[in-house]
């Protein structure tokens, strides 16, 4: 079975620092492209970047070059999802989700982390 | 980078009932290459369909899609309890975008 489990929610302060998980299990993840999505309250999802764990290239959503890293451990069948400086509105629940081969779609997503940064 | 708008906001409907959902793209998407997903409270979201019309693994057949172009449809047939969720369109043609999604709620 298909999973991707991802670390837990984390309540941080503005200008902290975080990484969140996620990790797949039941599938050759080396060979799945894996992203992130954000959702915040409310609203619909939006997709933040990807990553191809074989040999971790990585692309981003303009929306979010440069405000987040994208890294993955292929030893360890992980992925990761960071910042360096947390804001206030980086608040909302994030998904790691596998993108389907050859298309810019998912079919396996993990369960969320609530990020709630708040001073 | 298509823009999705998702009508209407909120449809409220009865279990047996036919749900018709709607996504408008602001650009032709190309290759029909759009999916839904189905969200429920607390839940990440669910693969319903791929490429406007194929059903993901696993998906009742009351579920349907369609369209082509800018304009795409996702009917449910006859609604079933576990059918009331919000709905998102994404499209991945140019890049990559999702809709602000239509709440299915029980009149």
């Known amino acids: 079975e298909v999973q991707l489990v991802q670390s837990g929610a984390e309540v941080k302060k503005p200008g902290e620092s975080l990484k969140i998980s996620c990790k797949g299990s039941?599938?050759?993840?080396?060979?799945?492209?894996i992203g992130w999505v954000r959702q915040m309250p409310g609203k619909g999802p939006e997709w933040m970047g990807i990553i191809y764990p074989a040999d971790s290239d990585t692309r981003y959503s303009p929306s979010f070059q440069g405000q987040v890293t994208i890294s993955a451990d292929k030893s360890i069948s992980t992925a990761y999802l960071q910042w360096s400086s947390l804001k206030a509105s980086d608040t909302a629940m994030y998904y790691c989700?596998?993108?389907?081969?050859?298309?810019?779609?998912?079919?396996?997503w993990g369960q969320g982390a609530l990020v709630t940064v708040s001073s | 980078e298509s823009v999705l708008t998702q009508s209407p906001g909120t449809l409220s409907l009865s279990p047996g009932e036919r749900a018709t959902l709607s996504c408008r793209a602001s650009?032709?998407?190309?290759?029909?290459?759009l999916a839904w997903y189905q969200q429920k409270p607390g839940q990440a979201p669910r693969l319903l369909i791929y490429g406007a019309s194929n059903r993901a693994t696993a998906i009742p057949d009351r579920f349907s899609g369609s369209g082509s172009g800018t304009d795409f449809t996702l009917t449910i047939s006859r609604l079933e309890p576990e059918d009331f969720a919000v709905y998102y369109c994404?499209?991945?043609?140019?890049?990559?975008?999702f809709g602000g999604g239509t709440k299915v709620e029980i009149k």
């Open positions: 989700v596998r993108r389907v081969t050859g298309y810019n779609y998912f079919d396996y």
């Open positions: 650009q032709t998407i190309s290759n029909r290459f």
């Open positions: 039941g599938y050759s993840f080396i060979s799945y492209w």
């Open positions: 994404q499209q991945y043609a140019n890049s990559l975008t």
